[in-house]
């Protein structure tokens, strides 16, 4: 363990790596923590936590961190998964080294997994003070309350940024990517670990106002990071609670496909099923790898990379018009856009 840091130190670390939430202009320590350099705003910092949160007015954000430090109290008291150290090992896993790198994990709940890291600097950012203050203040961690859409890191300052389960509860994310895209450059490392495909509706009896709000797949993720590449991916967490012989269907000719339910429900198959699956959730991650070839990935990770600036001009990387008609127009669309890329390459 590192010994803890004090106010002064901390000011003076937050100094370096951060900036204004509200202006976006650089930081200076303060006596009770750090303050804008422009606009005079001053930021506390209580019990080792830096705040840095902008001033809010309006009523849905209020409520949205009320939420959240709600949310956080009632986790830290009976963790909502019982198996989230599952998910972290394999989180990690992905991530690989980062000896000598300098990280920010952005919701980072109580450090979960950033404790186990070995950077040379680790940031946990989350909007929920309860999270931060049950980080341990000898973990030799900064601890930043902030709204990660208006992520308040200096441009250059961190080598990889880990976004894992945040996109889905954001109320604007696209905000919270004009801002990571700011602060990256082509060499920086996003790490982001969303819920793939998810069914949301399930979250409308939540005693939360605030949960998931939305459910990601291949296009919708797309279109919101659309300013990065995909370096690697990885599936995970197969969806095992529903047994696979009733997705065969897809492949399988409906004669064969009678004769294989037939076996599951009317002879010992089912039974043998059952306990062979509620054995592999026991021992997950081990078969990971394999298991999500043939059931459904409940989770996605991506490392991305920031696009080079002569791939990300706007008019390269604008969306479509919506409600085109035919794939006529469609496609004279594209070829519109692509004939005026290439002009302005010329």
């Not at 106010?7 to 100094?15: I, L, N, R, S």
Request: charged letters at 25%; glycine letters at 4%.
């Amino acid at each position: 363990m590192d010994p803890p840091l004090s106010a002064t130190a901390v000011a003076g670390e937050v100094a370096e790596l951060c900036v204004c939430p509200t202006c976006f202009s650089s930081l200076r320590a303060a006596p009770s923590g750090v303050e804008c350099t422009s606009c005079g705003t001053e930021y506390p910092i209580e019990n080792g936590v830096v705040h840095l949160l902008p001033e809010y007015e309006e009523d849905e954000r209020l409520r949205y961190l009320a939420n959240y430090e709600e949310v956080a109290r009632a986790d830290l008291e009976q963790p909502f998964e019982h198996d989230r150290h599952v998910r972290h090992r394999v989180l990690l896993d992905f991530i690989g080294d980062v000896s000598g790198l300098r990280v920010i994990d952005v919701g980072s709940s109580h450090g979960g997994y950033l404790t186990q890291m070995h950077a040379s600097r680790r940031i946990a950012l989350d909007i929920a003070t309860p999270f931060l203050e049950a980080i341990p203040e000898d973990s030799g961690i900064i601890r930043i309350r902030a709204d990660a859409e208006t992520l308040p890191i200096a441009p250059g300052s961190v080598d990889v940024v880990i976004v894992s389960d945040v996109l889905e509860h954001l109320l604007e994310p696209e905000r919270f990517v004009q801002r990571l895209m700011q602060i990256s450059t082509p060499a920086t490392r996003v790490i982001v670990h969303v819920p793939w495909e998810e069914n949301i509706s399930r979250y409308e009896a939540s005693a939360y106002e605030f949960t998931h709000l939305r459910s990601f797949t291949r296009y919708t993720l797309g279109q919101l990071l659309f300013a990065f590449r995909i370096a690697r991916e990885r599936a995970t967490y197969p969806a095992l609670e529903e047994p696979f012989v009733f997705r065969t269907r897809r492949f399988l000719p409906l004669w064969l496909y009678n004769i294989v339910t037939w076996r599951y429900f009317h002879r010992d198959a089912g039974q043998k099923e059952y306990s062979r699956r509620a054995r592999w959730i026991e021992e997950l991650p081990s078969r990971e790898r394999w298991l999500v070839r043939f059931y459904r990935p409940l989770f996605m990770m991506f490392e991305l990379r920031l696009l080079e600036p002569a791939l990300s001009r706007p008019g390269y990387l604008a969306p479509l018009p919506v409600g085109l008609g035919r794939p006529r127009s469609l496609l004279r669309s594209v070829g519109i856009r692509l004939r005026a890329a290439r002009r302005r390459t010329r």
